[in-house]
């Protein structure tokens, strides 16, 4: 039996489907791919973002603003010093996007105008870092990614 052009083209068009389908097929049963939600309740968490914008807005139009740099140490947070520090409470929450068994929060405690996350809590690569507190019943929060 001779094959024409047309037919090869047709044999080639179902061999690629053929193809496409089965990595599709295959990706989706995989359970190596997680294909999680960042958030669980992510709805509900968007009621919410109306308020984070509000927070980002106070935490930006402060005269001095939060830093975040990497020391030896570990990764130092720095807040404004003109702000009164026992009246600072919040928290520090730390994402991983390729891995959230190493995501973690920390609560702010300060006795001077920093806090030090410690250097064996952070492994090399990408952070996701979101710093909300609250200050005389005003809320704030800076948001940065960083890789460490």
Avoid: C
């Amino acid at each position: 039996m001779k094959i024409n052009w047309g037919t090869g083209i047709l044999m080639a068009f179902i061999a690629f489907i053929g193809f496409i389908l089965f990595f599709v097929v295959k990706m989706s049963m995989d359970d190596r791919a997680n294909h999680d939600l960042v958030t669980k309740e992510y709805y509900k968490a968007e009621l919410g973002y109306q308020k984070e914008i509000n927070a980002e807005t106070n935490a930006s139009n402060l005269s001095e603003q939060l830093i975040i740099r990497k020391t030896p140490e570990g990764l130092l947070v720095q807040f404004p010093k003109n702000l009164k520090l026992e009246k600072i409470e919040g928290t520090v929450s730390l994402y991983r996007p390729s891995n959230k068994h190493l995501d973690f929060d920390l609560p702010i405690s300060l006795s001077n105008s920093h806090l030090l996350i410690p250097d064996k809590r952070l492994l090399d690569g990408r952070w996701d870092i979101k710093i909300s507190w609250e200050h005389q019943d005003t809320p704030y929060l800076h948001k940065e990614s960083i890789t460490y």
